[in-house]
């Protein structure tokens, strides 16, 4: 196993971009993905332990935290946390901290992947996409120096009632969303949404995509579609698809990424 490991949970990029970005500046990494149930929970002989995942509804993605519960993570690592959003963290950072005790921890702002409530360049604070992408590598190797440092963060992670019931709340308006998915005819049956969902919730039917309900809200099979056939009704038609600009669909389809 490498000196640092970091579990990541992304849907759209950003996340993987941050921990791609951190593992650079630690060297000697592996990115194990937690999209689905990582393929490695004991990391015990790792020197540090990250967590990037991103807020959904207020919260850690419910899949993300079912995931944390099971990793063996001893209390000897450097464990840290980063959480991305578009404008607030929400209470997962506070949730993983029941998890695992986190040493550091620290949020970032990018771009807007919940493309059904936002277009994607409402992050606060705004800045276009250039500019996002610019501030997150730097957010992401000023992490990297604090994790070499082993700089703590004695302030326990924001949590507030509002956003706990958000969070709670999610789970139900993420299901009903995912009944809006609708593929047009512009689909081609590439397959690289059935290979992209963390749930295996979608299948190919005749060559064309078929979406089921059993959706974890990630979005990547809508925003990294390379026909853009997936929609979620007239509001997501009109609005630009998002995924980082750095991250392809089949990075997120890997299980552990090494970075030396
Ligand atoms: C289903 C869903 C819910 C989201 N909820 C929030 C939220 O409550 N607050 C927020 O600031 N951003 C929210 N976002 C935006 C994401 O946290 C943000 O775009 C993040 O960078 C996405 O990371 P990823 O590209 O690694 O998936 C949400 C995105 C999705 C897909």
Redesign the pocket.
């Known amino acids: 196993m490498s000196k640092n490991v970091i579990f990541c949970?992304?849907?759209?990029?950003?996340?993987?971009d941050i921990a791609k970005n951190i593992a650079r500046g630690l060297g000697d990494t592996d990115i194990i993905m937690m999209r689905s149930e990582p393929a490695v929970k004991d990391v015990q002989q790792a020197e540090t332990v990250g967590f990037v995942f991103?807020?959904?509804?207020?919260g850690a993605p419910a899949d993300f935290l079912k995931f944390a519960k099971d990793l063996l993570v001893s209390r000897r690592s450097f464990n840290y946390a980063v959480s991305?959003?578009?404008?607030?963290?929400?209470t997962g950072l506070y949730e993983l901290n029941k998890i695992v005790t986190l040493d550091y921890w620290k949020t970032v702002?990018?771009?807007?992947?919940?493309i059904w409530?936002f277009p994607h360049d409402l992050?606060l604070p705004r800045l276009p996409l250039d500019k996002a992408q610019e501030r997150s590598e730097k957010l992401a190797a000023e992490i990297a120096e604090d994790v070499k440092a082993r700089r703590k963060v004695t302030k326990k992670p924001p949590h507030n009632l509002l956003n706990a019931a958000?969070n709670k709340g999610?789970g139900s308006i993420?299901s009903k969303k995912a009944e809006s998915f609708k593929v047009s005819d512009k689909c081609v049956g590439c397959g690289t949404c059935v290979q992209l969902c963390p749930r295996g919730n979608i299948q190919l039917s005749a060559g064309k995509a078929v979406i089921g309900t059993d959706c974890a809200?990630?979005?990547?099979c809508l925003q990294f579609c390379p026909e853009g056939a997936i929609s979620m009704g007239a509001i997501t038609d009109k609005r630009e698809h998002y995924?980082?600009p750095k991250v392809k669909a089949a990075d997120l389809m890997e299980s552990v990424i090494h970075i030396d």
């Open positions: 949970y992304s849907g759209t990029g950003n996340c993987l991103p807020c959904y509804g207020g991305c959003s578009a404008s607030y963290a929400g702002t990018h771009h807007c992947s919940c409530l992050m958000e999610f993420g809200g990630c979005l990547g995924h980082n």
